[in-house]
């Protein structure tokens, strides 16, 4: 092959790797110093590209020249810093201290409300920005065209990296920034006013994102799926290279970006993936990145965790009247409704075998989504390519589910708090891209149709009865493990893992079996969906389904044992109620998760039963003692 | 007969070295005492021989059997309980349950997945409670324990799989005086009764000149003096070192 190509290729990948590094240069700085992984970093990437876009008109209109256009993506970083530092007043200074689980929804909520904040001002369609003035040619190198303005980039990112190295090294603000990054309690004990220098480093990382969308807008059109793709694009990148580290996210950038360049001429299908197989490549060799360095325990550990009450009469009354009122549910109800209920029932055991692992073993899974797609994917593809029937396959659903949590898990468990979420996501998003690409077997981006149960199971009535059985058999078993010794080794290791360990429970043996359960749990309600749903397609692997569950087990309470199936109730009702009188679902849905964190984070459940004592057996949880 | 035999343990932070080729015996049914100011080595020195640090080099031999290395629920398994220096329980359990929880490993039943855990061997527990007198607090969660009832919920837990060796790292830390000399009497009289043999560590030298068999001094990793109480607080090195006084335990 001519050598002139791969030239070209290479220069390609150094200017995907500037852009990569400028948009997670910032989400590493804040992780740095707040501990805080900011999805909302990608709603300033996307706002920066379409602030540009604005801007630039205006003053393109004015006829300022080239100065218009450079200033134009000045101010729109400018502004979006500014948005940060409102992030942080408004939101972050809350959940400094509260559990990642908080920490991520909430900046995901932010996430979904910017999206429909940019929606309703910029519209759905893509915006096309104008050409950088002066840079709106090729070079031709090695006999090959090159655009001008892709070569500037491939100078901006080493440019953005000096110029905080300058910041970091010689200014007093970069200093501290270095020191709350290595230590956070020393900043605090060195008097220095932390509020204002988190404020300061949030307008520094938004600053960032706002100017990498800027700049990004010569050579893609704003569009409102920007964010979630960059923001996933940006954890790989910020996880690589070392939470923390700007240095390592450069670096890990060039990997990924030369990667992608010459990755699509050797594996052109697997694209989407290979950027989350040397992610999860890089954390099981290095567990903290490149350059990173372990974290303290994470902030769950010090707190006394929620313990488990036996049931009491009023408690054992309730749910058998519940359990009653299901079965007679399709006396009464028409179609619709037992529709509903069927989807209840199947995230009630999705939110459920979530908070198995989250709530009672202090696992935070933030792609849960795999597992239930995978076991809808599972059945849907033993019915499709090989006509099994849908018992077989809602029996092999748990299976296939159960046999990817045992495999991810196995490396998951090794880390714990945020960089578990991460690797949790990573493989979440490598299952997403292998349906969403390998077209012939998923059916790619259409998916999969005409999954219809089997002929006895056909009418909605019988398929309702159906579900119910399998979720509540699946509910139940779960239930009774978290009674049984297993739920309380998993909450053993939870509380203390060292004191765990020094009783013979090997802590991450145990995480790693409570995840597959979990897995297996989840994957039987992918199964369940599919049937119900008669086709299949990505979405039920990406990142919203992982969201939702969280969100449930949010909303009904985290550390409760029924939270998660009250949130999935909930949740499934005002979806079906509100998302039909909305064009704003999103801005609803991001509404209610900040509002659970910010007010009521012990959720519906949590909050009842600090309300009724009659329903608790034993005394509330306090503090323990330092 | 020799129970523990730790030799030339040696472990270093980075380029710190914690602990220096330190060596030591402990025989059946003895009261060890490891003595030394903060920052000496001490909590090193247990966490290598319950296996929470693997030492750099040197061994760690149980009845002649090297465990060094192991991880800690392996040394568990092999008959040694302990407890920590910053107390570790599980706080969102009862204080039964902890002991419970315990037991539960001890049979071999720690992953059971259908019998409910708050019945299993909870007469056991409540007599380990009983011995370590706080079985009026059973039904408690440890979250909401004072810091001197975790210790002696430690303790209970530590004999939950009948040890022929404890650690004790500390564990009247944070007790009233006479507390600890309480919580020291019922140590011997358990270790006595059992025969088995104590591992401790104690800043009040009241507390360890009153029931230690035998002390070892270490300072800056290095093992300084051992001998019998009188002879240690007859020694030179050891007086310089405390400057005649007792040391106050950190908070
Ligand atoms: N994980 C670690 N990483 C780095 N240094 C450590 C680590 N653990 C202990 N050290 C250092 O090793 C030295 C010995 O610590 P160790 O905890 O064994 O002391 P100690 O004798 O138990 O003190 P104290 O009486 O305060 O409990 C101290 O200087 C401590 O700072
Ligand atoms: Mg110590």
Request: charged letters at 15%; one cysteine or more; aromatic letters at 10%.
């Amino acid at each position: 092959m001519d050598p002139g190509f791969f030239v070209v290729q290479f220069l390609n990948g150094l200017a995907t790797a500037s852009f990569l590094f400028m948009a997670s240069a910032g989400l590493t700085i804040v992780f740095g110093v707040t501990r805080i992984v900011n999805f909302a970093h990608g709603s300033f990437y996307m706002l920066g590209a379409y602030l540009a876009y604005t801007l630039a008109g205006i003053f393109m209109d004015a006829a300022y020249g080239a100065m218009s256009f450079w200033g134009a993506i000045f101010l729109a970083a400018v502004i979006v810093g500014l948005l940060g530092i409102l992030l942080e007043l408004v939101v972050l200074r809350r959940i400094y201290d509260a559990p990642e689980l908080f920490q991520l929804l909430a900046t995901f909520a932010v996430v979904l409300i910017v999206q429909d904040l940019v929606r309703m001002t910029w519209g759905g369609e893509d915006l096309l920005g104008p050409r950088a003035p002066g840079l709106k040619s090729f070079v031709l190198v090695a006999g090959r065209r090159f655009p001008e303005y892709e070569l500037a980039m491939i100078f901006a990112g080493p440019l953005v990296l000096g110029a905080l190295w300058l910041l970091f090294h010689r200014t007093r603000f970069g200093v501290l920034v270095r020191a709350a990054t290595l230590d956070r309690e020393m900043v605090g004990a060195l008097g220095v006013n932390q509020a204002l220098l988190f404020t300061g480093v949030l307008f520094l990382g938004a600053f960032l994102a706002g100017l990498a969308g800027a700049l990004q807008l010569p050579r893609e059109p704003a569009n409102p799926y920007m964010d979630v793709n960059i923001i996933v694009e940006a954890f790989v990148v910020t996880v690589i290279g070392g939470m923390g580290s700007v240095t390592g996210a450069f670096l890990a950038a060039l990997l990924i970006g030369e990667l992608q360049a010459f990755g699509i001429l050797v594996f052109p299908k697997i694209t989407l993936v290979l950027a989350f197989l040397v992610m999860a490549v890089v954390l099981i060799v290095r567990p903290y990145g490149l350059l990173g360095r372990p974290q303290a325990e994470s902030h769950g550990a010090a707190r006394a965790g929620a313990g488990l009450a036996a049931g009491t009469p009023l408690q054992r009354g309730f749910w058998l009247a519940l359990l009653a009122l299901l079965l007679v549910l399709p006396l009464f109800a028409d179609e619709y409704s037992l529709k509903l209920m069927i989807e209840l029932l199947i995230f009630g055991l999705f939110a459920f075998s979530l908070n198995f692992i989250m709530g009672w073993g202090g696992i935070v899974s933030f792609g849960h989504a795999a597992y239930f797609g995978l076991g809808a994917y599972g059945a849907a593809l033993l019915v499709h390519h090989f006509a099994w029937p849908m018992e077989g396959a809602l029996l092999a659903a748990p299976l296939v589910a159960g046999t990817a949590a045992l495999v991810f898990g196995a490396l998951c468990v090794r880390l714990s708090g945020v960089y578990l979420a991460m690797l949790t996501l990573a493989f979440a998003q490598i299952v997403y891209a292998v349906a969403f690409q390998w077209v012939e077997f998923t059916g790619g981006d259409n998916g999969l149709i005409g999954i219809w149960p089997a002929s006895w199971a056909a009418s909605r009535t019988v398929y309702y009865y159906l579900t119910l059985a399998v979720s509540l058999a699946g509910i139940g078993l779960l239930w009774r493990f978290l009674y049984a010794p297993f739920g309380y080794s998993s909450r053993a290791v939870r509380d203390s893992a060292i004191r765990a360990d020094a009783i013979g429970i090997d802590p991450r043996y145990q995480r790693w079996l409570a995840f597959t359960v979990s897995g297996i749990a989840a994957g039987l309600g992918g199964g369940l969906y599919v049937f119900s749903k008669g086709n299949i397609d990505p979405e039920v692997l990406a990142i919203p389904t992982s969201v939702d569950a969280l969100t449930m087990v949010l909303i009904g309470g985290v550390e409760t044992v029924t939270g998660p199936l009250a949130g999935a109730a909930l949740l499934t009702l005002l979806k079906d109620f509100v998302m039909p009188l909305t064009l704003y679902w999103k801005m609803v849905m991001g509404v209610l998760i900040l509002g659970m964190v910010l007010a009521f984070p012990k959720g519906l459940v949590g909050i009842l039963a600090d309300r009724l004592p009659a329903l608790q057996a034993r005394p509330a949880e306090r503090e323990r003692p330092a | 007969m020799t129970l523990l035999r730790v030799e030339r343990l040696h472990k270093s932070f980075g380029g710190f070295e914690a602990v220096r080729d330190v060596g030591f015996t402990l025989e059946a049914g003895e009261r060890l005492a490891i003595i030394g100011p903060n920052g000496a080595g001490k909590s090193t020195c247990f966490n290598m021989i319950g296996g929470q640090l693997r030492p750099d080099h040197g061994r760690v031999l149980l009845d002649g059997e090297d465990i060094t290395g192991l991880p800690p629920r392996a040394v568990w398994r092999k008959g040694v309980g302990r407890t920590f220096q910053i107390a570790a329980a599980f706080g969102s359990m009862t204080v039964a349950e902890n002991v419970q929880m315990a037991l539960m490993n001890h049979h071999g039943r720690a992953r059971a997945l259908f019998p409910l855990a708050r019945e299993l061997y909870r007469e056991e527990a409540l007599a380990l409670l009983e011995r370590v007198g706080i079985r009026d607090q059973a039904e408690r969660f440890c979250s909401m324990l004072a810091y001197g009832d975790i210790k002696r919920v430690e303790l209970a837990v530590a004999l939950a799989h009948d040890p022929r060796l404890l650690l004790m790292d500390e564990p009247t830390a944070g007790m009233a005086p006479a507390e600890r000399h309480a919580l020291m009497r019922l140590v011997s009289a358990i270790v006595a009764e059992r025969g088995i043999a104590v591992l401790f560590t104690e800043h009040d030298m009241d507390v360890v000149f009153a029931y230690a068999d035998r002390i070892l001094v270490i300072n800056r990793g290095r093992l300084i003096a051992e001998g019998p109480p009188e002879k240690v607080r007859a020694d030179r090195e050891v007086q310089a070192i405390y400057l005649g006084s007792t040391v106050e335990s950190p908070a």
